[in-house]
């Protein structure tokens, strides 16, 4: 484990504070009238999972952790968790329902995820930005029901419900934007 001074943490770092290990989600660099600068670190807790905002001084010293993030596709899901497939090697690892959290309901066959590992053990599983899904249920649109640019609701494939536009029909392949779960626009 490397130490640097606080001046020298970056936005996505993984480091060491309070007994703690965290994810630097923003820093801002402080500078009052008089004394020394302030650096104050939004950092989200692996443990906790909490966030909170920590001062160092500027000479502070900082235990930087080492990470290993990882493009690993998805498989399946049974009783015992999620089970992703590093592609380079055909290793499986499987990971629990808590770690992946509201992202079961972006993560379909074959779709690739970033995990984030800190000394060997998964801490963060990210899915992009935008995923395609097929919607398994939609209900039929009611003719003449076009005001106000209308939606309806309908199932994908991994049983998450969003809203959607009338013309939309069961089969069709969807945009879903993850970070809000909304739709995006069809799939070519």
């Known amino acids: 484990m490397a130490s640097i001074v606080a001046t020298q943490i970056k936005k996505g770092q993984c480091i060491k504070y309070e007994g703690e290990t965290g994810i630097v989600l923003n820093l801002d660099h402080r500078t009052p009238g008089k004394g020394n600068a302030l650096i104050a670190a939004t950092i989200r807790s692996f443990q906790s999972g909490k966030t909170k905002t920590i001062r160092f001084a500027s000479s ?11 493009k690993l596709e998805f498989s399946y899901e049974d009783p ?85 536009p009338l013309f939309v029909k069961q089969g069709d392949k969807l945009k879903i934007n993850t970070a809000d779960g909304s739709y995006s626009g069809r799939a070519n």
Do not use: C, W
């Open 60 to 70: 502070d010293k900082v235990d930087i952790v080492e990470t290993d993030r990882q």
């Open 80 to 164: 015992t968790g999620f089970h992703f497939m590093d592609m380079n090697t055909y290793e499986t690892i499987t990971l629990t329902p808590e770690l992946i959290g509201d992202n079961k309901d972006y993560l379909a066959e074959g779709m690739t995820a970033e995990i984030l590992f800190i000394e060997g053990n998964a801490v963060t599983v990210d899915v992009p930005a935008v995923v395609e899904l097929t919607v398994t249920e939609s209900s039929e649109s009611i003719k003449g029901d076009t005001a106000n640019n209308p939606t309806k609701p309908a199932t994908l494939e991994t049983g998450k419900v969003v809203q959607v």
